[in-house]
């Protein structure tokens, strides 16, 4: 890995504007400033992180692993006292070679599934309300013309 310039936590945490804008993730220093208009969760979510380790907010996202690569192109520096994995950094040196191909990616939210029970409720309630509405007007309707 080539020589880069090790920041600490205290001065990065200098840097939590809107113009001029670091962040840490995985022991790396970023400068997102020029990222922030670009980014798809808004430039609030980074802001929200800046100047702080934002590693695990970074992870518990779930981002692709385009994004991963992306953390390459706007690294300032590293993380005074910050112990790289070697697997890791061989991981993103891999990722870089391989040739690029296009993927299609989708985010899927999965619900918890409903009790049968839940679902004849949802379908029984608006039927018997519906009935007493028409059982109502049909009893009035009928005591009005005696």
Request: charged share 25%; glycine share 6%.
């Amino acid at each position: 890995m080539a020589e880069h310039t090790v920041f600490t936590l205290s001065q990065v945490a200098q840097h939590k504007s809107k113009k001029d804008c670091w962040i840490v993730i995985d022991g790396r220093v970023l400068n997102v400033t020029k990222f922030l208009e670009e980014h798809p969760g808004g430039e609030e979510v980074l802001l929200e992180s800046a100047g702080k380790d934002a590693t695990q907010v970074f992870k518990d996202i779930g981002h692709s692993k385009m994004a991963r690569n992306l953390v390459l192109n706007y690294q300032a520096g590293l993380l005074q006292g910050y112990t790289f994995k070697k697997d890791a950094d061989a991981q993103v040196a891999l990722t870089d070679q391989q040739p690029k191909r296009k993927e299609m990616t989708a985010f899927v939210i999965k619900d918890e599934p409903m009790p049968e029970y839940a679902a004849l409720f949802e379908f029984i309630v608006p039927l018997v309300v519906a009935g007493s509405y028409f059982c109502y007007r049909y009893l009035n309707a009928s005591s009005s013309m005696l």
